[in-house]
């Protein structure tokens, strides 16, 4: 598999807004979800403003704060489905 660009998910400020996709990815989200705290921790020790994330699960705002501690359920729960409801990861988590 090839590797595709890392980009981080969305934040909106009255300054900035940043959008994210990090491609597909053949690990699951209980491998996937380390890697996506890693790099936001380490984002919120370059500036103090990338410490207030919003999460976007199906068109509704979370504060990603309140996700932290279960990100890998909750991205598989968000993850596109087929009409049967079975999980269509095609493009990735």
């Known amino acids: 598999m090839t ?37 936001i921790d380490r984002l919120k020790q370059v500036h103090p403003a990338y410490d207030n994330w919003i999460f976007n699960l199906k068109g509704k705002p979370k504060k990603f704060d309140a996700l932290r501690e279960k990100l890998a359920e909750v991205v598989a729960a968000n993850v596109d489905r087929a009409e049967n409801g079975k999980p269509t990861p095609i493009y990735g988590y």
């Open 3 to 39: 590797s595709s660009p890392i980009l981080i998910t969305h934040t909106t400020s009255p300054a900035y807004s940043i959008y994210a996709s990090w491609g597909p990815r053949a690990e699951p989200p209980e491998a996937i979800a380390p890697h996506y705290l890693a790099c």
